[in-house]
């Protein structure tokens, strides 16, 4: 089984910013900023079950975090902003940042189907989020294929 690592490397009031690996597969993440877990918030760090299930909003099967405390429907989905997004996670192949004021994923679509590829046939897996161990300030956010970041 194939599992996920979501690893957060910046927080700032108008979002939060990743890199998920998956395999050989490495893309950016978009979500909420941290909001003490309230409706909307970045999902907790943690380890959660992840299954492929169909979303009615988005019409097609998407990856759902199972058992997030006083959370549901926290899914993988496309979005480009994090006002997007109502406590989901959104892939990028890469990102664009101004200050604090927002930040965006670039070829959201693209990512998530990449994720979705990399997972064959696969219906459930897991997924382990955490902090990283290095200060955000040496991460550079540039395009992200195979090989993730610089």
């Not at 993988?76 to 192949?93: D, Q, R, S, V, W």
């Amino acid at each position: 089984m194939t599992e996920w690592t979501l690893t957060r490397t910046l927080y700032v009031p108008a979002c939060t910013l990743g890199l998920v690996e998956v395999g050989d597969v490495r893309v950016w993440t978009l979500e909420r900023p941290w909001l003490d877990n309230e409706p909307g918030s970045c999902v907790p760090c943690g380890r959660y079950r992840l299954v492929l299930e169909p979303s009615p909003a988005f019409h097609r099967d998407l990856w759902e975090l199972k058992d997030v405390l006083g959370r549901a429907e926290c899914k993988f989905h496309p979005a480009n902003l994090a006002k997007e997004l109502k406590g989901c996670i959104a892939p990028g192949l890469s990102l664009i940042i101004h200050a604090t004021e927002y930040a965006a994923t670039t070829e959201s679509r693209t990512a998530l189907e990449r994720l979705h590829a990399v997972m064959g046939s696969a219906r459930e897996t897991w997924l382990t989020i955490r902090n990283a161990a290095v200060p955000a300030e040496v991460v550079r956010f540039g395009p992200v294929g195979t090989s993730g970041p610089q």
